[in-house]
């Protein structure tokens, strides 16, 4: 497993998880490459509070992002949407 840094894109993780095979596959913004995503991260913006799920390269950079909120179940939409979405199946990790 290859853990996230502390922060992504300035937001605290709080959850992520690592796939030696990738998650899945999204189209760059031009449609000409196809990014592989390795590491999930479900992360929390301490200012405004607002949690993000960002889906990441194999060097844990952002390639997509997801605002879920500041609710109260914002972190658990966050995990499930993914599995939902995607068809993946995830193993969260608390960051510690």
Known sequence: MKKPPEK???ANVLLWAWSQEPFFCISST???????????????????????????NAKW????DFDYGT???????????VSIQYNSRVAW????
């Open 30 to 56: 031009d449609g000409s490459l196809s990014i592989p995503i390795f590491g999930l991260a479900v992360c929390r913006y301490v200012e405004s509070g607002e949690v993000y799920r960002f889906s990441c």
């Open 61 to 64: 950079e952002t390639e997509n």
């Open 8 to 10: 992504i894109d300035g």
């Open 93 to 96: 990790q608390k960051f510690e």
């Open 71 to 81: 609710g109260p179940d914002a972190v658990e939409v966050a995990m499930t949407a």
